[in-house]
C-alpha cells in the first residue's frame, strides 16, 4: 500500500467526475497488472473492458453514443412490456432511482403500448424489441444479458427477467461505477453527463450457482445488486428476479434421514441402514446405498416433494453429518473397493435416484455431497447429467491458493476437484469463509478467497457457496469477504486487489490504508510461512501468535484515529477491531499474571478480576458487541450472553 500519508482517500459515497475519471484510471492500471497473471489474452480482454468503461464515464466517448441525463434532466425514457414480470419493472425502478442519485435526472417509464421514438432504454422482451433471437441470446444461458447501445435506443435483454436485472446492475457498475459493498454501505457517483457508448456486447457469469452464506449479507436487494443466487432461502422470490436453483425445503444437505429415518423404518426394516462391524446403526448412521427399497423409498418420496413444491429445482440426496459410519454391508463394499473411494455406494444410490426423477420430472436435479468421506472421486463411476455434486474444502488450509499451495490437504483437494471434474457435467464447491470453533477470531483468508473462486472456474466447476458466519452478524472482515466473493462469483477476472480495495475505501474511508496493511499482515505471514489454517481449533490458534496480534492492533488503532471524527465510519472500524480484541483477551486469558487474576492456580482456579490496565480493551468489547448484535460466538447456540456476563462479572463495578 505504501506510505499511508501519500494514500489519497475519496468519499465513498459522492464523487464528482474528475474524480471519477481518476479512480478509473487507477482501475485501469490494476486491471493490468490483475488481468497479466491470466495471460495475454485476458489481459488484453480487461484491459479493453476498462478502458471502455473509462471513456463512459466521463461522457467522453468517440462517435455515437446515447445519452441517458445531463444537466440535471432527462434524455431518454425506460420502457418496459405492457405485462413486464415483476423482475423487469424492478430494474426499471432501480435504474430510474440510481440514475436520479448520480445525475438529478428523473427518467420517466413508460410501458410499450405508448407510440415510439427517439431516446428509450428498453428492458426485456417487449413490442420493441423483435429479432432478439438473433442476437446471441441463446449462448447467455439463464442469467447472461445483452447490452446494446446506439445513439437512439439502448436494450438490456436475456432469457430471464432475472437477467434483465442483472444487466441493469451490470450497467450501473461497469459503466457508472457503481457499488453496492453491503446491505447499508453503496456508492453512487454524482455525474452530470451520463452516457453509454454504441455498443453490442454480452455479459454471462463464469458460474450458474453463486451464493455467500453469511447473516450479514442476506438481504435480498444486496443479493440481487451483486447478482448472487441461493439454494435455500426464500428470500429473492419475486421482484429480485427469484433463484434458479432452489431447493426442496428441508432438503438441501445432509438428508439421508430426512427420507428414511430410524424412528419410521429401523425396526422394522433395519437393513435399511448402514452396517459397521457386522450391526446395522440406529443412531448416528448412514443408509444402506445398495439396498433396493432404499432405493425405491427415497425416489417416489423426491419426486413427490419435487412435485409439491414446483418453485423448487433441485432436491437433495446426501449423507447425513457428523459421523463416518457408511455401509460395510458386502454389496456397498464390494462397490467402494471397486471405485477406491466411498463416494461409490452413494453415487450408486444418487444416480438411480437421479435417473427415476428424469423420467417423471425432466429438468429437476438430484445434488449430494463429496464431503469428509464421500470427497474422494470414484475411479470409475459417471456422475449422471441431471445429478449436483456438491465438493467440500472443509479439510483444506485457507492459508494459501488451493491452485498452488503445496500443503498435504490442498494438494489431496486439487486431486479430488480434477477427478470429479472429469466425471461430473454439475459440479459445485461449497467453500468456507470463518473460523467456526470461534466465529470473532481474524480468520485470515481474505486473498485466498477470490484466488480459490478463479481456480474453480477455471477447472470448470459450475457453482460455488462461501459459508461463512451464518448464525449472528459478525465482525472482522465477513462482510468484506462477502462483497469479495460476489465479485469474483460472476467474472473470477475482477480483480482481488481491485476488490479489497474499493471495498475498504468505500467502508472505511480514511482508515482503509491501515485495514488493508492489517489484511496484508496476517494473510502475508500465514501464505510465506506456509502456517495451516483451519476452520476448527483452538482459542488461540498458531495463525494467530502473539506479537501479529500486537501489529494488528496498533493498525486498529490507527484506523480508529483516522476516523476519530466520523462517527459511522468509527463505529464500522470498531464493529471490524472486535474481531481482534476477542483474539487478544482470548490469548491472555489463560496467562497468569498479564491480564486476569486467579483465584488458585490457573490450572486449577477460576478467574476473578482484570488488571486496570486491560479493563478498556474488555470494556469497548462488551460495548460494541452489544452495538452490532452480535449472538454467537462460535456455530451451534447462542453463547454470546455468557461470554458477555462472564466478562462483565470480572470488571471492578460488577463485582
Given at each position: ?59 467522453q ?28 419493472k ?63 435506443r ?13 444487466g441493469?446492475?451490470?450497467?450501473l ?77 428441508n ?11 430410524a ?30 427399497e ?9 419426486i ?47 444416480n ?11 429438468g ?34 485457507f ?11 490442498n494438494?489431496?483437494?486439487r ?39 478463479r ?42 486487489d ?28 500465514v ?9 476448527y ?46 483474539a ?28 486496570p ?26 453463547d ?16
Amino acid at each position: 500500500m505504501g506510505d499511508i500519508s501519500s494514500h489519497r482517500w475519496r468519499s465513498a459515497a459522492v464523487l464528482d467526475d474528475a474524480s471519477f475519471q481518476r479512480q478509473l484510471q487507477r482501475e485501469v492500471a490494476g486491471c493490468r497488472s490483475v488481468f497479466s497473471l491470466g495471460g495475454g489474452g485476458r489481459m488484453k480482454k480487461g484491459l479493453l473492458i476498462s478502458l471502455a468503461l473509462l471513456g463512459a464515464a466521463g461522457g467522453q466517448a468517440q462517435g455515437e453514443e446515447f445519452v441517458i441525463a445531463e444537466g440535471g434532466e432527462a434524455r431518454c425514457r425506460i420502457v418496459v412490456s405492457s405485462d413486464a414480470p415483476s423482475p423487469v419493472k424492478y430494474a426499471a425502478e432501480e435504474l430510474q432511482k440510481c440514475v436520479r442519485e448520480m445525475s438529478g435526472a428523473a427518467l420517466p417509464l413508460v410501458t410499450d403500448a405508448e407510440g415510439e421514438k427517439a431516446g428509450e432504454i428498453c428492458l426485456g422482451a417487449s413490442g420493441r424489441t423483435k429479432g432478439l433471437a438473433d442476437r446471441g441470446l441463446s449462448s447467455l444461458g439463464e442469467d447472461g444479458y445483452l447490452l446494446e447501445a446506439s445513439s437512439a435506443r439502448l436494450l438490456i435483454a436475456g432469457n430471464s427477467p432475472r437477467a434483465v436485472l442483472y444487466g441493469v446492475y451490470g450497467l450501473l457498475e461497469d459503466r457508472f461505477g457503481c457499488r453496492w459493498f453491503t446491505p447499508t454501505v453503496s456508492r453512487i457517483p454524482k455525474i452530470d453527463r451520463l452516457a453509454v457508448e454504441s455498443c453490442q456486447e454480452t455479459h454471462r457469469p463464469a458460474l450458474a450457482y453463486r451464493e455467500v452464506m453469511l447473516f450479514d449479507a442476506w438481504d435480498p436487494v444486496w443479493y440481487s445488486r451483486n447478482r448472487l443466487n441461493t439454494t435455500g432461502p426464500t428470500f429473492l422470490k419475486d421482484r429480485y428476479g427469484d433463484s434458479p436453483w432452489r431447493h426442496v425445503p428441508n432438503y438441501s444437505v445432509h438428508t439421508f434421514g430426512r427420507f428414511i429415518s430410524a424412528d419410521e423404518f429401523y425396526d422394522t426394516h433395519p437393513e435399511y441402514f448402514s452396517e459397521v462391524d457386522a450391526k446395522r446403526v440406529r443412531e448416528k448412521g448412514q443408509l444402506c446405498c445398495t439396498n433396493d427399497e432404499v432405493a425405491r423409498i427415497i425416489s417416489e418420496r423426491a419426486i413427490a416433494l419435487l412435485r409439491a413444491h414446483p418453485e423448487a429445482r433441485v432436491i437433495s440426496v446426501s449423507q447425513n453429518d457428523g459421523n463416518t459410519n457408511y455401509c460395510r454391508c458386502p454389496r456397498c463394499a464390494a462397490i467402494d473397493e471397486e471405485e477406491k473411494s466411498h463416494a461409490g455406494q452413494v453415487l450408486f444410490l444418487v444416480n438411480r435416484v437421479a435417473e427415476a426423477v428424469e423420467k417423471e420430472l425432466p429438468g429437476r436435479y438430484v445434488q449430494t455431497l463429496a464431503y469428509e468421506w464421500s470427497r474422494q472421486a470414484p475411479r470409475t463411476m459417471k456422475v449422471r447429467d441431471n445429478v449436483i455434486v456438491w465438493l467440500s474444502t472443509i479439510r483444506c488450509s485457507f492459508s494459501q491458493p488451493l491452485a498452488s499451495s503445496e500443503q498435504p490437504a490442498n494438494r489431496q483437494f486439487r486431486r479430488d476437484l480434477q477427478r470429479w471434474v472429469e466425471i461430473c457435467r454439475n459440479l459445485w464447491v461449497w467453500d468456507y469463509g470463518t473460523y467456526f470453533s470461534y466465529y470473532l477470531i481474524p480468520f485470515p483468508n481474505w486473498k485466498v478467497v477470490p484466488d480459490n473462486i478463479r481456480f474453480f472456474a477455471a477447472q470448470g466447476v459450475r457453482g460455488v457457496q462461501l459459508q461463512d458466519n451464518w448464525q449472528s452478524p459478525s465482525s472482522g472482515l465477513s462482510q468484506m469477504n462477502a462483497y469479495v466473493a460476489a465479485k469474483h462469483l460472476w467474472n473470477p477476472d475482477y480483480g482481488r486487489d481491485r476488490a479489497i480495495n474499493e471495498y475498504l475505501e468505500g467502508v472505511y474511508g480514511p482508515a482503509a490504508p491501515y485495514i488493508r496493511r492489517y489484511v496484508d499482515l496476517l494473510a502475508d505471514k500465514v501464505d510465506r510461512e506456509t502456517i495451516p489454517v483451519s476452520i476448527y481449533g483452538s482459542r488461540t490458534p498458531p495463525f494467530l501468535p502473539l506479537e501479529a496480534l500486537t501489529e494488528a492492533d496498533s493498525l486498529w488503532e490507527k484506523a480508529e484515529e483516522a476516523v476519530s471524527g466520523m462517527p459511522e465510519f468509527l463505529r464500522r472500524v470498531r464493529v471490524s477491531r472486535l474481531s481482534v480484541d476477542y483474539a487478544i483477551i482470548e490469548h491472555y486469558r489463560f496467562k497468569p499474571n498479564v491480564m486476569v487474576f486467579y483465584e488458585g492456580s490457573p490450572a486449577r482456579g477460576k478467574v476473578v478480576g482484570i488488571k486496570p490496565e486491560y479493563e478498556a480493551r474488555v470494556r469497548r468489547f462488551l460495548e460494541v458487541c452489544a452495538q452490532a448484535g452480535i449472538t454467537h460466538i462460535r456455530e451451534g447456540n447462542a453463547d454470546c450472553a455468557e461470554y458477555v456476563q462472564w466478562l462483565k462479572s470480572l470488571l471492578p463495578q460488577t463485582k
